[in-house]
């Protein structure tokens, strides 16, 4: 069921969100060669506690870790351990954290140091069609529309969407209706105002593909590809969508 969230719910939504900005701002300072991927979630969770707001992501069906820390061909869901950043690398950094029974979840990805220019390309890529997506949640159009709109981006610059994972409604629970695909499929859900939506476009350099890894929660590229993921949370307004995180 998709749901609406009152005025005061989507204020504190805007709270929780403005904090996970700044410690998701804080972690992309961190990243550096030389740091040990479990040290940014020691950083997460420290920020976490020091601001008032708990790790959306620690437990939730049993995730290990506070932060999702995706390098390189791992897409999502990237679990924080011994791995320690090269330069050259990118790494994605997908956080969630809830504020009075609200949640908020967003991603960036980030380049560790020097990084080739087939990276950085698609870095910017990604940003860009998350932009575009975002830009389309307008009340009384249709969640395919956001979709489409970051399909046919990422495709013209020579990338690919993957097609196994998607973006979601998220607020009282960090996963509610409806999926929001970042390829084109029909028309789908009328957006109203109200509805918060975490977009976020994963776009791999190769192919769009996935394999899941052995511990059964990193994503990866099927071919070894690079991938990119950026996300926002996103309310759905009488005007302009506004971006929460």
């Not at 700044?22 to 950083?43: F, N």
């Not at 920020?47 to 008032?52: F, Y």
């Not at 009384?140 to 495709?155: D, F, K, M, N, P």
Request: glycine share 12%; net charge negative.
């Amino acid at each position: 069921m998709v749901i609406i969230k009152s005025d005061d719910e989507i204020a504190t939504m805007r709270k929780c969100g403005k904090i996970l900005a700044a410690i998701l701002d804080k972690l992309r300072g961190e990243v550096r060669p030389g740091i040990k991927t479990s040290q940014l979630d020691i950083i997460m969770a420290g920020e976490s506690e020091k601001r008032g707001v708990v790790p959306s992501f620690k437990g939730y069906h049993g995730f290990p870790a506070n932060v999702c820390v995706s390098v390189n061909d791992e897409i999502v869901h990237g679990i924080p351990g011994e791995r320690v950043l090269q330069e050259g690398d990118i790494v994605s950094l997908d956080v969630g954290a809830k504020l009075h029974g609200f949640n908020t979840d967003a991603a960036i990805t980030t380049g560790v140091g020097r990084i080739s220019t087939e990276a950085e390309d698609l870095i910017a890529v990604t940003e860009a069609s998350l932009r575009l997506g975002a830009a389309q949640a307008l009340s009384g159009a249709w969640i395919g529309e956001i979709s489409s709109a970051i399909q046919h981006y990422v495709e013209s610059k020579g990338f690919s969407v993957v097609r196994e994972y998607t973006g979601h409604g998220v607020g009282r629970d960090l996963h509610e209706e409806p999926q929001i695909p970042n390829f084109a499929f029909g028309r789908g859900v009328l957006l109203r105002k109200g509805m918060t939506l975490a977009i976020e476009p994963m776009v791999n350099a190769g192919d769009w593909r996935t394999r899941l890894a052995a511990n059964q929660w990193t994503v990866l590229t099927a071919d070894g590809s690079l991938s990119a993921h950026f996300e926002h949370t996103i309310a759905v307004t009488d005007g302009e969508p506004e971006v929460l995180v």
